[in-house]
């Protein structure tokens, strides 16, 4: 596709419930994050993968937290038990390969944790 | 971590009108983006831009990295100019990828 994709765009779980959010890269990028957006924290960095490694997963808040990436492509971020301060915009982010290529942003999945 | 700081946090302008964004980092980078978040929550790209000055259309931006700050100028401003203005900086010599670190934003809003 023309830009980077995820899905679903909204989701509602209750406490204690798994969920797991996908994003689709640009065709081509080598380079995929997830980060996250929330009233209190701003916006931060999750994870980051290199193909389908993951080198730096400094940012995930918990061992509830964990994302995979396949194929160098599709990458899902999956919280397990989830928790009402998990609320918030996950993005996903993609770039080619060199470390000063530009990151392009998603639409987002909005968590709701009731 | 690298700290990156945005002003003023809140803009409101009228239609027409000049202004200018700021952003200060902590640390040396060899990666400095502006992106703007419409009102649907979608970040949209504006520079890549560590350093040197860039310009598009009405936006312009200026990067002085021996002095750690940049500059986003909006000249003519638009109401859909309106939305959040995020400054992003990756470290040099980061240990791994090129994750990027936030200011807290600038809100602009601009009333017709």
């Known amino acids: 596709g023309a830009g980077v994709s995820q899905s679903p765009s909204n989701k509602v779980t209750e406490k204690g419930k798994d969920v797991e959010l996908r994003c689709d890269p640009i065709?081509?990028?080598?380079?995929l994050y997830w980060y996250r957006q929330s009233l209190g924290q701003g916006l931060e960095f999750l994870i980051y993968?290199?193909?389908?490694?993951?080198?730096?997963k400094s940012g995930l808040p918990s061992d509830r937290f964990s994302a995979e990436r396949t194929g160098g492509s599709v990458s899902t971020l999956t919280i397990q038990r989830t928790q009402q301060e998990d609320s918030a915009v996950y993005l996903c982010a993609s770039s080619g390969h060199t470390s000063t290529d530009t990151q392009y942003f998603g639409p987002g999945t909005r968590l709701t944790v009731l | 971590g690298i700290q990156v700081e945005q002003s003023p946090p809140d803009l409101i302008l009228q239609e027409g009108a000049n202004s200018t964004l700021r952003c200060n980092f902590s640390d040396s980078v060899n990666n400095l983006q502006w992106f703007h978040q419409n009102p649907w929550g979608q970040l949209i790209n504006l520079f890549y831009?560590?350093?040197g000055t860039k310009q598009n259309g009405r936006l312009s931006a200026t990067t002085v990295a021996t002095e750690r700050y940049s500059l986003l100028y909006i000249s003519s401003s638009q109401t859909t100019d309106s939305g959040v203005y995020f400054c992003a900086v990756e470290r040099i010599w980061e240990a791994a990828g090129n994750k990027l670190t936030f200011g807290g934003g600038t809100r602009v809003l601009v009333k017709p």
């Open positions: 993968f290199q193909g389908n490694s993951a080198p730096d």
């Open positions: 831009i560590p350093s």
């Open positions: 065709s081509g990028h080598t380079a």
